[in-house]
């Protein structure tokens, strides 16, 4: 990037560095995305790193946290708000339903695949490539994006019928 336009953060750590380069001229809207895309951020590493000693909230001052990009998800009886899949189903088709059931909840939820990435952390590139059905999300992927969504993951196993 030019850094005469951007303003360009590089930070040390024990791994390498972790760069983020943000355009001088970047608008209100722009600055809260990217604050709320820090903010998702650390709260994933603090989630998976309980032993962290951090108080990601107050890293961003005593207000109440930015609230998620994404809105609140349909109640839980909502048909359209689970999907089944056993071990007949091949990876592929898996992948599919998953990605379908993905895509058709964002839909109805008026959410675009922009808002799920800020919001969970998940690059927008694999929010687009879990939704056409190209991978089978994890356990882990899945509470994230219901977490956008202001939910939890339920996992059950319904009798064959």
Known sequence: MDSTNTIELK?????????????????????KTISQ??????????????DLNV??????????????????????EDKKASFVISRNNSHEDAAQTAG??????????NADRKSI???????????FNLEKGKSVPSLETLAKIADAYQSDVKVTFVPRG
């Open 37 to 50: 895309s820090i903010l998702n951020t650390l709260q994933t590493l603090k989630s998976l790193n309980p």
């Open 11 to 31: 930070i040390p750590i024990h791994s390498g560095v972790a760069e983020i380069a943000i355009p001088v001229d970047a608008s209100e809207d722009e600055l």
């Open 117 to 127: 990435s800020e919001a969970t952390g998940i690059a927008y590139s694999s929010v």
């Open 100 to 109: 379908n059931f993905l895509r058709d909840f964002r839909e109805d939820q």
């Open 55 to 76: 108080d990601v909230p107050a890293l961003f001052g005593t207000q109440e946290a930015p609230k998620k990009a994404a809105p609140v998800a349909v109640a839980p």
